[in-house]
């Protein structure tokens, strides 16, 4: 399994890796999804939507700045930093996460496509401008616009909210055009990022799925190596150093 993913690696013009919070579990950033997940205690629909923001906002507020610090005090795992090594390694491979906590970026990730937005960054919900005041993004309310004295929001993308367009289109783009699509660490389940690993089958891409917990996709990948990506992909990395070596001797 492992020596066929080097081969198809070394063989990629284009190769496209998707992420979801399987990979961010590793370093004890709980699942959206898991049994015993953070959101399970919580109503996702009253934290993560405009309706609950607009209706409660303090209470929205407070929730992503403890998220922010939870997750600010999280480290990358070995499989964020096998993915960041495997950008280094091979020319063209580009990444898109669901993830919102940019610890791809902290293991080395240059150029990071965020399907979801990101914990760290806030913009004016009326003017989309950034907001960049780290006193006010501390206060216990939304802080005000300094452009337009609209409503200060998280960057994330809330449930119900379309996905940033440019991101997606190079997503869709990325997963018909390339040669292997990794799938890592997500359910396949949240649409239209799930489309993406389907769209790179139709399209003739070796698909390979890293994950401990079957997925909707199981069934169709070429390639499924059923562990965590912290265990898989530095194995990939490995083996795939392997195989250069060997071919190129
Ligand atoms: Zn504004």
């Not at 998220?67 to 390694?89: D, T």
């Not at 309310?141 to 994330?156: D, L, M, N």
């Not at 769209?199 to 070429?222: F, K």
Request: charged fraction near 25%.
């Amino acid at each position: 399994m492992y020596s066929e993913i080097a081969k198809r690696l070394y063989s990629a013009d284009k190769i496209v890796i998707l992420t979801g919070a399987g990979v961010s579990a590793e370093s004890g950033i709980q699942t959206f999804r898991d049994p015993d997940g953070l959101w399970t205690k919580m109503n996702p629909a009253e934290l993560a939507s405009i309706d609950g923001f607009l209706s409660n906002p303090d209470l929205v507020w407070q929730w992503y700045k403890a998220r922010r610090e939870m997750m600010s005090s999280k480290k990358p795992n070995p499989g964020h930093y096998a993915i960041a090594e495997l950008q280094k390694l091979i020319p063209n491979v580009l990444l898109f996460t669901q993830n919102i906590d940019r610890l791809h970026q902290q293991a080395g990730s240059e150029v990071v496509y965020e399907l979801h937005g990101n914990i760290v960054e806030n913009h004016c919900m009326d003017c989309k401008k950034p907001y960049e005041d780290d006193k006010g993004c501390e206060s216990d309310s939304p802080p005000k616009c300094q452009f337009c004295g609209g409503k200060v929001r998280p960057s994330v993308v809330w449930f119900g909210e379309m996905l940033p367009y440019e991101v997606l289109k190079k997503a869709q783009e990325s997963a018909i055009s390339c040669d292997v699509f990794f799938s890592i660490g997500t359910s396949a389940e949240v649409y239209p990022a799930a489309d993406l690993p389907l769209i790179a089958l139709r399209n003739g891409a070796y698909v390979v799925e890293v994950n401990p917990h079957r997925t909707v996709i199981s069934d169709l990948v070429h390639a499924r190596l059923d562990e965590a990506s912290g265990l898989a992909m530095p194995k990939v990395i490995e083996e795939y150093k392997r195989y250069v070596k060997e071919i190129e001797k």
